[in-house]
């Protein structure tokens, strides 16, 4: 049984209850974080702390009294569950003050609840679906406009990847006016005459810590980044496309919407960044 983190205290996860008033199970009142674990070490930690500060702050949410033993928390979670390669998972809630109320309780009242827990994942870094590549649906964004603040109303981005589930796919692409904003839970990305080509950083779109590690690692290796709107008919008509979280690194795209993308096969340069990515991330693993 995995040992999970609630509110300062390590219990087995059957034990880590919390209260029906909790906003984020009322109101997905709540912000997270998924960090990925490679040989026993996190990647790209910073990061993902950095971008959760910003949630919370974008959300006026209180830090949780936790908030500066973070990367302790999460070390001890990996090595308590014997983690080599996989997730943590945190969330940060409004909490509660006992009741029901669209209005934010006095944070004097309400402390934030804290959450982590892990996902073992053997074979992370080695995933088959970067060999053979995502088949991507499209569908419309129909998302709120704060996308850049990671909270937990996923249940859109669910939805769509019951979708593609249903349709024999692995994932969906979000399209607004005609352009695609990112994948349910990745950043999307295209690449045309060897140029790498992806959405501009907005309020539209989460800013993806892998997407940000993997555009500085491409400018490294003197490759060419434009950070533009692109069409689902310029992606259909791209040499390669790919995704990029924490839970997959980078996987190529091979097909969207029933159209196969270049040869049908994993790109070269999406399948050299995810290499690259994974050597550059261990290096670089706390
Ligand atoms: N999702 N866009 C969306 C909408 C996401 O949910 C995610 C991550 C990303 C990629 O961000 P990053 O590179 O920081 O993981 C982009 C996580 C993995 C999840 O919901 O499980």
């Known amino acids: 049984m995995r040992t999970v983190y609630l509110n300062g205290e390590y219990l087995p996860e059957t034990e880590a209850k919390i209260s029906i008033f909790d906003r984020a199970f009322l109101m997905a009142d709540g912000v997270y974080e998924v960090t990925s674990v490679l040989g026993g070490k996190l990647i790209d930690f910073e990061g993902h702390i950095r971008r959760l500060e910003r949630s919370l702050l974008e959300l006026g ?3 949780p009294d936790a908030f500066d033993e973070l990367l302790d ?21 409004r909490g509660n003050d006992g009741d029901r109320d669209f209005l934010y309780p006095d944070p004097e009242a309400a402390r934030p609840t804290l ?7 053997p074979g ?7 060999r053979r590549g995502f088949k991507i649906i499209s569908t419309e964004d129909v998302r709120w406009g704060r996308r850049d603040i990671k909270t937990t109303q996923l249940l859109y981005p669910s939805m769509c990847k019951m979708m593609a589930k249903n349709a024999g796919c692995d994932d969906a692409w979000f399209i607004e006016d005609g352009f695609v904003t990112e994948g349910t839970s990745n950043n999307a990305f295209i690449v045309k ?7 501009l950083l907005s309020n539209e779109i989460l800013h993806g810590i892998t997407r940000a590690a993997v555009l500085r690692f491409a400018k490294e290796v003197q490759m060419q980044v434009d950070e533009r709107k692109f069409t689902i ?3 259909k008509n791209a040499d390669e496309a790919f995704v ?3 839970s997959t690194f980078v996987i190529p795209v091979v097909e969207i919407d029933g ?6 096969k994993s790109g070269p340069i999406a399948t050299r960044l995810r290499e690259i990515y994974i050597e550059e991330s261990l290096k670089a693993a706390i």
């Open 233 to 235: 008919e310029e992606a």
């Open 193 to 199: 005459d060897g140029r790498i080509v992806t959405r």
């Open 115 to 121: 959450v982590l827990f892990t996902q073992s994942k």
């Open 73 to 93: 928390i999460h070390r001890e979670l990996v090595s308590i569950n014997r983690i080599d390669e996989g997730l943590v998972y945190l969330q940060v809630s």
């Open 124 to 130: 992370l870094s080695d995933n088959p679906a970067a």
């Open 244 to 246: 990029t979280s924490a």
């Open 259 to 264: 159209a196969m993308i270049g040869d049908g």
């Open 61 to 63: 949410m209180p830090k």
